[in-house]
C-alpha cells in the first residue's frame, strides 16, 4: 500500500492469506497471487521484496537467486524508500506494539498532523494498516523479529526513529532467538540509532529493558509506569495521566485492562515529543476506536458475546483475560468467560512455552483448545497434556467442527466467549456465531 502511494505498480504473492489483510489488498486493488511459483519471474519486477516468512528452499526465492534478480527485505525497503527524511516514531516491545502505534497514530491525526503510518493491525479509526502522506511524521510498529532469510537483523534497526517507545521485553520468537539475552541486544541496537536530539519512552516497570539501556544511552530518557515520570493513576471517573507529579488530565474510554492504560502512557509521552500537548492527547484517545482483533467484539447471540484477540504468548493471554475481567468485573461479576485458543505462533509451535499455558489462561472459566495433530500447522506437542494440570476446567481438540460444537454447547447467555490466535483460525469466530445461532433456532 505504501509503494503504490508512492507511484508504484504492486503485484505480490503469499500463501493462505485470511482477513482483516485479505480483504485490505483487495479494497486497495492489489492483486494477489497464491502461492510461490517460479513462473511469476515473468512479472519482471524492477525489485522483488522478500518478507521474512519465505526461507531458502521456497521455489520463487531460488528462481530468483539463479536468476540474479534484485531483491531486498521489506524493513530494508521502508527504511530506505518511506522513512527517509521523515520524523519516525517507532513502538518496540514484545507487547502491545499494535496497539500503542494506533494510539500515537490516532492521536497525531487528531491534532493535525495528518501522519503516515505503518502498523501491523487494522486501526478502526483509520481502516487500513498503512498511508503514505505528505506529512514529516511517521508511526511505524517496530518489530523485534528478523528482517529477511539474508538479514538476520531485527526490523526495527532498519527504520531510525526520532521517538522509540520502548514497551517491554519478554522471551519470545524462540525459533530466531536462543534467549531473552539475544533479543535484548538486538533493542540495544535499536536504542543505538536514536540520535541525541530525539527521545526514548521506556516501560520503567520492565528488568529487560532496564538491562538494555543500562548497555548504554545517547538519548534522553522518559520512563512510564508506577511510581515513574509518567503514571496513570485509577480514579472513579477514569484513568488519570500524570507527569512529575502533575495530573495532565483524566482518560475516559472503552478501552480495557492497565496494560492499555501502560500503552496510552506511552503514546502520549510520545506525542508531547511530537508537539502535541497530554490534554489533547487524553482527549483524542478517548476518541479510540481501538484495533481490529485486539479485543473486536465479533457479534452477540442469545446475550452470548464473541470476541477475537490476537494474543498467542502466555503474557499477553493472561493480559487479556485480566482486562475483560476487570471490564466484567463492575457491570457483571458473575458472567463466565470461555477461552477458545489457538497456540499457533512459530514459539508455541516449538512447545517454548506450553507450562506456562496452563497458568495464563487461569483467569478463564472454561478453556478449549485447538492444535492440529497433521498438517503444516500441526503442534509438535500434546495440547491435552499440557492443559492437563487446568482439570475439567480444559478441554483440547484436533477437530474445529468438535471445538465448535463443544464451545456451543457450554456457552450460556451471559457469557463471554474470547478467541484468541495469530492467525485466521479457520473462521472459528463466524463458524461460533453460526452455531450459537442454530441453537437459538432449535430452541
Not at 522513512?83 to 492521536?107: E, F, N, P, Q
Not at 485447538?370 to 503442534?379: C, D, S
Request: aromatic fraction near 8%; glycine fraction near 10%; proline fraction near 4%.
Amino acid at each position: 500500500m505504501l509503494a503504490r502511494t508512492a507511484g508504484h505498480q504492486v503485484t505480490g504473492c503469499d500463501a493462505h492469506v485470511y482477513p482483516p489483510m485479505s480483504t485490505q489488498l483487495s479494497a486497495q486493488n492489489i492483486e494477489l497471487i497464491e502461492g510461490y511459483g517460479a513462473e511469476q519471474t515473468r512479472l519482471k519486477p524492477d525489485l522483488w521484496v522478500i518478507g521474512n516468512v519465505v526461507s531458502r528452499g521456497n521455489p520463487l526465492v531460488e528462481a530468483i537467486l539463479d536468476q540474479g534478480l534484485p531483491y531486498t527485505s521489506g524493513p530494508q525497503w521502508v527504511g530506505e524508500h518511506i522513512l527517509s527524511g521523515k520524523r519516525v516514531c517507532a513502538v518496540a516491545g514484545t507487547h502491545g506494539k499494535t496497539t500503542t502505534s494506533a494510539m500515537l497514530a490516532w492521536i497525531l491525526d487528531d491534532a493535525g498532523f495528518d501522519p503516515g503510518f505503518l502498523i501491523g493491525g487494522v486501526p478502526t479509526d483509520f481502516g487500513v494498516s498503512a498511508r503514505l502522506t505528505a506529512s514529516g511524521f511517521f508511526v511505524i510498529e517496530a518489530d523485534e523479529y528478523d528482517s529477511a532469510f539474508f538479514d538476520k537483523r531485527s526490523k526495527f534497526v532498519h527504520y531510525r526513529p526520532r521517538v522509540a517507545i520502548l514497551n517491554n521485553l519478554e522471551y519470545d520468537h524462540a525459533d530466531i532467538f536462543a534467549d531473552l539475552g539475544a533479543i535484548e541486544t538486538q533493542f540495544h541496537h535499536l536504542v543505538r540509532t536514536v540520535p541525541g536530539q530525539g527521545a526514548i519512552i521506556a516501560n520503567g516497570e520492565d528488568e529487560a529493558l532496564d538491562r538494555v539501556l543500562a548497555r548504554g544511552s545517547w538519548t534522553p530518557i522518559e520512563r512510564f509506569g508506577k511510581g515513574r515520570q509518567w503514571q496513570a493513576r485509577t480514579s472513579p471517573m477514569g484513568a488519570q495521566i500524570w507527569l512529575e507529579e502533575v495530573c495532565q488530565g483524566t482518560l475516559i474510554w472503552q478501552m480495557q485492562g492497565k496494560h492499555n492504560q501502560s500503552n496510552a502512557l506511552a503514546a502520549i509521552a510520545a506525542a508531547r515529543h511530537c508537539g502535541v500537548e497530554p490534554v489533547d492527547a487524553i482527549a483524542a484517545l478517548s476518541r479510540f476506536g481501538g484495533v481490529k482483533r485486539r479485543m473486536e467484539l465479533r457479534g452477540t447471540v442469545r446475550g452470548i458475546a464473541v470476541y477475537d484477540d490476537f494474543a498467542h504468548h502466555p503474557s499477553a493471554i493472561a493480559t487479556t483475560l485480566d482486562g475483560l475481567r476487570c471490564a466484567l468485573r463492575a457491570t457483571r461479576p458473575d458472567a463466565r468467560i470461555l477461552a477458545v485458543l489457538e497456540p499457533r505462533s512459530n514459539t508455541m509451535k516449538l512447545g517454548v512455552m506450553k507450562a506456562a499455558l496452563p497458568g495464563s489462561l487461569a483467569g478463564a472459566d472454561r478453556v478449549f483448545g485447538y492444535g492440529a495433530r497433521e498438517g503444516k500447522g500441526a503442534l509438535g506437542w500434546d495440547l491435552a497434556q499440557a492443559l492437563a494440570p487446568m482439570g475439567e476446567k480444559a478441554r483440547a481438540f484436533d477437530d474445529i467442527d468438535s471445538l465448535v460444537g463443544a464451545v456451543a454447547s457450554a456457552a450460556r447467555p451471559g457469557d463471554h466467549i474470547l478467541v484468541m490466535s495469530n492467525g485466521g483460525f479457520d473462521g472459528v469466530h463466524d463458524k461460533l456465531l453460526a452455531a450459537l445461532a442454530q441453537a437459538q433456532n432449535n430452541t
